[in-house]
């Protein structure tokens, strides 16, 4: 797999909560790090995701926010 976005993440799928229409899939990125993404319940089905699996988190983003405590 080669994609155009600089931002991957390898990590391995902790969790999986699935809804009607989406998921909310959670990698274990090491670390003490998870990151999580909510993608559809046909995406999840079509890769195959099961807890325990490899997994990539790729971000673009064309913006991203800074912000601090008052």
């Not at 969790?15 to 319940?41: C, F, H, P, R, Y």
């Amino acid at each position: 797999m080669k994609l155009s976005a600089r931002n991957q993440l390898a990590g391995k799928v902790v969790s999986i909560k699935e809804g009607a229409v989406n998921g909310i899939v959670v990698l274990d990125i090491g670390g003490g790090n998870q990151i999580s993404s909510t993608i559809s319940m046909d995406s999840i089905r079509e890769l195959g995701l099961q807890v325990g699996s490899d997994a990539y988190a790729v971000i673009k983003a064309t913006s991203v926010m800074i912000g601090i405590d008052d």
